[in-house]
């Protein structure tokens, strides 16, 4: 298997950050999240060790105590050497439904124009992909997907709003994804995705990890309407398949 | 219970914050003064991180309905229990009916209510820290109540510390942040030879200054950032994140605040002067 050349730095007293080489690529993303499988099964299994992984990076935190540096990024690069192929974790494709509702995509209109576009084949465009979460954060369950359609590429609002309704879809430069909460936000809103993305009443808050993909389908306002009554007593289901089984 | 009859300006319950779901973008949340925070409950012989009422610069009006025992701390406010003037860092007995009053802030931004075994509130994903979306508001709410076990005998062991206040210190210790590189000659001399003063935009999310450095044109991949992270923004702008604050970003990390340098952060208002200080 690959081994990349890592780099190693130190991040406060009790956190380090180990890098990959700086681009946006599937293959250092799952060899990031290699590692991290392979730490936390071999050596970092304690829940006093968080790790955050996102695009080129893995972030090691141990609150516990502070982390000697230069004796554990010796142990940690030994450990790098050692990573075999077996040692990914199992992911996810999620099927999500959004309904691209021009009353719910406030920008779905002005974004097939500014893209020359019907409203149906941006719809298209947009659910016939499949992104790559590369990171979650911003906001507790925001995913930061890869992998949008160059032709669906177009700047953010130069005005931002001061409030996106939880659940909006949006398009912003090479990104798409989805608002997890009312926030304030400048993407172009192109539909509502009627699942929960960040639920703290469950368990796992955020079902999605970093590593897993994400397809969107559309559905209608009465499919999107019903999914959201029953998102609040929370018996919605999720279409999930794995992928690398 | 605690009846909520004036809640203040910002008042919220905290312990030592969410642990475990960094990797879902959920911030740790938590005491922002963590050393005063341990003390009150080290007076009251709670566990260091019983959930305490975080009180920000306009405190709240507290009504008890059982007897317990309590300890204020951190920023000096004038505390009134009934009519009685209260101090920091001192042990008092509470009976059904009494009320807790907080009237001016003198110095310092934050303080800290801890109570007998800690306020228990509901625990959801294994903190009682309050953090809107996890928890259902984001800080207390007038006429709110909030759960306490009665306490009727507690003799402390100590029941007055001396602290050794750091509300006067301006000095932040920082180590070398991942991107610290980037910083040149003349950007670190203004770093670490000028003083920086505390920007109108500061909260438990971040805390921005009101002077700006040289800016950049670093382009970096969205990564982690912590609670004490320092980050630099193209047009200059010096921003460090607190315990809300978001655990991804995509500015360059210059510094990261020690422990200490935190919670002496944590004491800072709009106007205040900090200077940061390399270990």
Known sequence: ?245 | MLKVLKSGLFTTIQDAGRFGYLNKGVPVAGFMDTASAHKVNQLLENTIDSAVMEITMTGPILEFDNPTFICIGGAKHSVALNNDYIENFKVYKVSPGDILSFGKLEKGFRSYLAIKNGFKTDVILGSRSMYAPVTPRSHLEDNQTIAYESCEVFSPKIDELKVDSFLDSKVLTVSKGPEYGLLDDRRLEVLFFQNFTIANENDRMAYQLVEHIVGHKVSMLTSATLPGTVQLTPSGKIMILMKDGQTTGGYPRIFQLSDKAISILAQKKFGDIISFRLV
């Open chain 1, 1 to 245: 298997m690959t081994h990349y050349s890592i780099s190693i730095r130190p991040f406060g007293v009790h956190a380090l950050l180990i890098e990959w080489p700086n681009e946006v690529n599937e293959a250092v993303l799952e060899n990031i999240l290699q590692f991290e499988n392979y730490l936390r099964t071999n050596h970092l299994g304690e829940d006093d060790w968080e790790m955050i992984p996102a695009y080129n990076s893995l972030t090691l935190i141990y609150r516990k105590a502070p982390i000697n540096f230069t004796e554990f990024s010796e142990q940690l690069k030994a450990w790098y050497t050692q990573l075999e192929e077996a040692s990914l974790p199992q992911r996810f494709i999620w099927r999500l439904p959004v309904c691209y509702d021009l009353e719910l995509g406030i920008d779905l209109k002005s974004v097939s124009e500014r893209l020359e576009k019907s409203v149906e084949e941006v719809v298209n465009l947009h659910t016939n992909h499949i992104y790559t979460v590369y990171g979650i954060g911003f906001l507790p369950g925001f995913m930061y997907l890869g992998g949008l359609p160059p032709s669906l590429e177009l700047p953010r609002r130069a005005e931002p709003r001061l409030r996106v309704r939880k659940g909006s879809v949006g398009l912003a430069g090479k990104q798409t994804g989805i608002y997890p909460q009312e926030s304030p936000g400048g993407w172009n809103i192109i539909g509502s995705c009627s699942v929960p993305m960040f639920d703290p009443k469950k368990e796992d808050p955020c079902f999605v990890s970093v590593g897993d993909k994400v397809q969107f389908y559309s559905i209608t306002r009465a499919e999107y309407d019903l999914h959201k009554i029953e998102a609040e007593v929370g018996i919605y289901k999720l279409e999930k398949t794995m992928w690398n089984a």
